[in-house]
């Protein structure tokens, strides 16, 4: 009988997955799956990773957005370098960067003035999903524009605010 019970439960936990049980902050490029911290409204969007040390190998963080639009993204208040791709709604890679870290806001200087000389990232077409991962980690696994990305677009969408 306790066979029986352990195929039922593994049987009830596969059909779980297949029926959109699945993290969405789960993602997998080139063969490796990241854990990513999910970042859907203007409030986390707005933090992002600002004051985050250290980026662990398989995380960081993924933005969702209502709708596929041109985005761009600035090093504010980050200390650490990180990789950053725009991602389409299907799951391809429209465009990377390596993101450096820029000095902090200087005693005197204007919140305006600090915001005014941040380096922009604009992604060049519309992307729907911004990804923020370890610096490096487009050169190590040869990350380019038409890379797939395996992600849970609807749920993620159906996230974004």
């Not at 019970?5 to 959109?20: E, N, P």
């Not at 209502?66 to 465009?95: A, K």
């Not at 519309?126 to 190590?140: N, Y």
Request: with cysteine; proline share 6%; charged share 25%.
């Amino acid at each position: 009988m306790p066979r029986t019970v352990t195929l039922i439960v593994l049987a009830l936990t596969a059909l779980l997955a297949a029926c959109g049980g699945s993290d969405p902050g789960r993602i997998e490029i080139k063969g490796e799956v990241f854990n990513l911290t999910i970042s859907a409204d203007d409030a986390t969007r707005a933090r992002g990773l600002g004051g985050v040390a250290e980026i662990p190998e398989h995380g960081g963080m993924i933005f969702a957005f209502r709708s596929p639009e041109p985005q761009g993204f600035w090093m504010r208040d980050c200390i650490t370098d990180m990789d950053i791709l725009y991602v389409d709604p299907q799951g391809f890679v429209v465009s990377a960067y390596t993101m450096v870290a820029e000095a902090p806001r200087a005693e005197g200087e204007s919140e305006q003035a600090y915001f005014n000389r941040l380096r922009r990232y604009p992604s060049g077409k519309p992307a729907q999903f911004v990804i923020e991962l370890k610096a490096r980690t487009i050169d190590r696994l040869g990350i380019v524009p038409g890379t797939k990305v395996t992600l849970d677009a609807k749920a993620l969408k159906d996230l974004a605010k």
